[in-house]
């Protein structure tokens, strides 16, 4: 089987499964009692935030991590933790995923004053039309880090830059999922209030998130019981898996430099193969400034749903639509860039790991040959 759906979900690492399974069995107190093997498990989770804040770059005394259930749910702690002053003025990138757009929504239709911030063609969020948006009435930005379907990098700095001109204490949200440990992040230097990850996307397992909280954030609790993480994430504490997010943390996090490099090289590679094949006039959305571990491409004239069912067929997993969204409406991110109905029917999507090889690639593209040369007979 070849694997090219990274962005939607990643194959855990061997030592994450073990670590959770170990933990899970020897280390199963309730880590929220008061006897002093619990005490310990507390303890440890302590040292790992401060791990987790570290890989951020953020301020290991002052700043906080929330473990959630996933980064769906960090995102909507985030969102409508914050929110909740209907005089005020929300801004949301609208190349979101849907763990965010959706949320924006519900404010929105809850008669919160939502705008959407355009993205640019190459996909990353329009700087000026941001700050166009700027006021001081402005007290909530999101904007995702790097965009799950085109791989599209937002300037995070220039994105708070552009904000504090205008907007005075204006709390800044990043969705961080498809960012975290496969490109350098400073949440101090782009003074990020909120961040969002998952550990899926990074040989964790599923069903683990996290949200960075700086120093100072002020955020209401969504979920209420028995004040678990601050009060602000009630539920028992997920100790083994708070434990194998960090291994996959820490090992993609050691690898960051050599993985990025490899996965490069795997991006220009695959380009090289599509140049020489475009006879049918293969697009590639994701330029060289997106992240390099996506990759969104367009077979003008042909359907991605099929292509993707071929490749399913000779073994080859890829991506259509969204990463992660179970229903797929459209696509508003390769709308918003200006692609046009048939373009986008036409998209698919492949995302990397550093487990891929050339070879894979190779066969991927006699495999799209075979498809365009038996379609076009
Ligand atoms: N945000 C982005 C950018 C994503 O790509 C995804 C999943 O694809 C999510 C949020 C949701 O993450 P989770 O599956 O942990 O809820």
């Known amino acids: 089987m070849v694997y090219f759906d990274n962005a939607a979900t990643t194959k855990p690492y061997e030592e994450v499964l073990k670590t959770f399974n170990e933990c899970g069995a020897d280390e199963y107190f309730n880590p929220s009692a008061s006897y002093s093997l619990s005490f310990n498990l507390y303890k440890k989770i302590g040292d790992i935030r401060k791990k987790f804040i570290s890989i951020l770059n953020g301020d290991v005394e002052s700043d906080n991590i929330v473990f959630t259930s996933s980064a769906t749910e960090s995102n909507n702690l985030a969102i409508f933790g914050s929110c909740f002053n209907k005089e005020k003025k929300y801004l949301f990138s609208v190349g979101e995923h849907p763990a965010v757009y959706n949320c924006a929504m519900e404010l929105k239709n809850k008669g919160y004053k939502v705008f959407f911030i355009p993205l640019q063609k190459n996909g990353q969020v329009d700087y000026d039309k941001l700050d166009n948006l700027c006021d001081n009435d402005v007290c909530f930005v999101s904007t995702m880090f790097v965009n799950n379907e085109t791989g599209a990098i937002n300037d995070l700095i220039r994105i708070r830059n552009i904000i ?36 899926h996307k990074i040989h964790g397992l ?16 969504i979920i ?68 390099p571990y996506i990759n969104s491409l367009i077979f003008e004239g042909n359907r991605g749903e099929t292509i993707m069912r071929f490749l399913d067929s000779k073994g080859i997993l890829v991506g259509t639509g969204s990463a992660c969204s179970s229903s797929k ?14 373009q986008i029917l036409g998209s698919i999507r492949i995302s990397f790991s550093a487990d891929n090889t050339k070879g894979e690639i190779d066969y991927f593209i006699t495999c799209i040959d075979d498809y365009l040369k038996n379609i076009n007979a």
């Open 164 to 199: 504090d001109k205008k907007a005075k204490n204006c709390v800044f949200h990043v969705d961080g999922v498809q960012g975290f440990c496969k490109i350098p992040i400073d949440v101090t230097e782009a003074r990020i209030n909120l961040f969002s990850i998952s550990a």
């Open 206 to 221: 599923k069903g683990l998130g996290a949200l960075y909280i700086s120093k100072g954030t002020k955020l209401k609790n």
């Open 224 to 291: 209420f019981g028995g004040g678990q993480e601050f009060g602000l994430r009630s539920g028992t504490i997920n100790y083994p898996g708070i434990i194998s997010f960090y291994k996959a943390a820490q090992t993609t996090c050691e690898n960051m430099k050599k993985n990025f490099v490899k996965v490069t090289n795997l991006k220009n590679y695959l380009r090289e193969q599509l140049v020489k094949l475009n006879k049918n006039k293969i697009r590639i959305v994701s330029d060289n400034e997106c992240s």
């Open 329 to 342: 409406v459209g696509n508003r991110v390769l709308e918003n860039m200006g692609f046009n109905k048939n």
